[in-house]
């Protein structure tokens, strides 16, 4: 994690984000929701404490989370909730590809976000 041996605090609960594996802010980065040009400028959470991003994890590793109201993924539409929970899975075990390897920080996102991110760099000269 960055930030030297002093890690980031959870927001929410205000406990260290220790593991890349439980960064809500590297998730959100690895999926294209954060550009890393802006990364360091927003506030860290567990994934867990951001339940709304985190009841699209399907994995057997990852212990299932509902949210009630508005932003439970039952009552929204059954496929952009299958696509988000390909993108935010797919987004969670990069970061534990990520934690197993050495990986440049700009090479963390998913290929499809690198290849939307070179080609928006290519247009913007």
Same mark, same amino acid.
């Given at each position: 994690?960055?930030k030297?041996?002093?890690?980031?605090r959870?927001e929410?609960c205000?406990?260290?984000?220790?593991?890349i594996t439980?960064?809500d802010l590297?998730?959100?980065?690895?999926?294209g929701?954060?550009?890393?040009e802006?990364?360091?400028?927003h506030?860290?959470?567990?994934?867990?404490c951001?339940? @709304?991003l985190?009841?699209? +994890?399907?994995?057997?590793d990852? !212990?299932?989370i509902?949210?009630?109201?508005?932003? #439970?993924k039952r *009552?929204?539409?059954?496929q952009?909730v299958q696509?988000?929970q390909t993108?935010?899975t797919r987004g969670w075990?990069?970061?534990?590809?990520?934690?197993? @390897?050495?990986v440049?920080m +700009?090479?963390y996102?998913?290929? !499809?976000?690198?290849a939307?991110?070179?080609?928006? #760099?290519?247009s *913007?000269?």
């Open positions: 994690m960055a030297c041996d002093e890690g980031y959870c929410v205000g406990q260290d984000v220790s593991e439980e960064s590297y998730l959100r980065y690895v999926i929701q954060v550009g890393v802006v990364l360091y400028a506030p860290e959470r567990h994934i867990r951001n339940p @709304t985190a009841q699209f +994890i399907v994995d057997d990852f !212990e299932p509902e949210v009630e109201g508005a932003f #439970d *009552n929204l539409d059954s952009y696509s988000h993108l935010v075990q990069r970061l534990g590809e990520i934690a197993k @390897t050495e440049a +700009i090479d996102p998913l290929p !499809e976000v690198l939307r991110n070179k080609s928006r #760099d290519a *913007n000269p």
